[in-house]
């Protein structure tokens, strides 16, 4: 059996129709109930959905065997496991934002907010600008608006949220996409069905 950490949302479901073209179909997953876990013995597989930003975290602890998750969540919280494939989907930015007349003109400490406190931090500490990070949980895009903040640092995907709320872009830091990630230990123990699994979904992104 190979344990699958997929993100509720979105991206979780595009990622499943490609597990299943890939061959790791599990019918009860696409039954519409509230369910978490799903198992298909015929092929192996167990699905679980679980918080985008928590899959990181069963992964590298081996709850999971390997999970889909964004380039963000690895960024920042550098779990401890292995990257295995890009799979060119979820695909946006992580950037720096603020009001339209905002201007950086470094003379004091930057306030940042963010739910990327990690990401922020070192992207300033290697620009040696000093910041001040609020970390929030969501929204962050009124923190500016309200004057909480200078700037956010966040993901920014068709850009509507900042332009609704007239706020620019003003920084790209890192590209960001989904990334199919396993657990060390299980890499090792699963080698052969990880790797399937691996080049199988390879097969199906090209
Ligand atoms: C994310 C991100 C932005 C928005 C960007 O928020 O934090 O708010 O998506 O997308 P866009 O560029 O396509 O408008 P999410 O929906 O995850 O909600 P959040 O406010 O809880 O962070």
């Given at each position: 059996m190979i344990n699958i950490a997929l993100p509720k949302g979105r991206l979780g479901e595009k990622v499943y129709q490609k597990l299943k073209n890939a061959?790791?179909?599990?019918?009860?997953?696409?039954?519409?109930?509230?369910?978490l876990i799903f198992e298909n013995e015929e092929t192996g597989v167990r699905y679980f959905w679980v918080k985008p930003s928590d899959v990181s975290i069963y992964v590298e602890r081996g709850a999971a065997d390997i999970g889909v998750c964004g380039k963000d969540i690895l960024a920042e919280?550098?779990?401890?496991v292995y990257e295995l494939l890009?799979?060119?989907?979820?695909v946006c930015r992580m950037a720096v934002a603020a009001k339209k007349e905002f201007y950086d003109n470094g003379e004091r400490t930057l306030k940042v907010a963010t739910k990327f406190v990690n990401v922020a931090k070192a992207y300033y500490a290697k620009k040696g600008r000093q910041i001040d990070v609020i970390k929030l949980n969501?929204?962050?895009?009124?923190a500016p608006i309200l004057g909480l903040s200078d700037v956010i640092v966040d993901i920014v995907e068709t850009g509507t949220t900042l332009k609704e709320n007239d706020l620019e872009v003003k920084e790209t830091i890192f590209p960001i996409s989904a990334r199919l990630i396993a657990n060390k230990a299980s890499f090792k123990f699963k080698t052969k069905e990880i790797e399937t699994l691996t080049d199988r979904l390879l097969q199906q992104l090209d």
């Amino acid at each position: 059996m190979i344990n699958i950490a997929l993100p509720k949302g979105r991206l979780g479901e595009k990622v499943y129709q490609k597990l299943k073209n890939a061959g790791y179909a599990c019918p009860s997953i696409e039954e519409n109930n509230r369910k978490l876990i799903f198992e298909n013995e015929e092929t192996g597989v167990r699905y679980f959905w679980v918080k985008p930003s928590d899959v990181s975290i069963y992964v590298e602890r081996g709850a999971a065997d390997i999970g889909v998750c964004g380039k963000d969540i690895l960024a920042e919280y550098m779990p401890d496991v292995y990257e295995l494939l890009d799979l060119k989907t979820g695909v946006c930015r992580m950037a720096v934002a603020a009001k339209k007349e905002f201007y950086d003109n470094g003379e004091r400490t930057l306030k940042v907010a963010t739910k990327f406190v990690n990401v922020a931090k070192a992207y300033y500490a290697k620009k040696g600008r000093q910041i001040d990070v609020i970390k929030l949980n969501g929204s962050i895009e009124i923190a500016p608006i309200l004057g909480l903040s200078d700037v956010i640092v966040d993901i920014v995907e068709t850009g509507t949220t900042l332009k609704e709320n007239d706020l620019e872009v003003k920084e790209t830091i890192f590209p960001i996409s989904a990334r199919l990630i396993a657990n060390k230990a299980s890499f090792k123990f699963k080698t052969k069905e990880i790797e399937t699994l691996t080049d199988r979904l390879l097969q199906q992104l090209d």
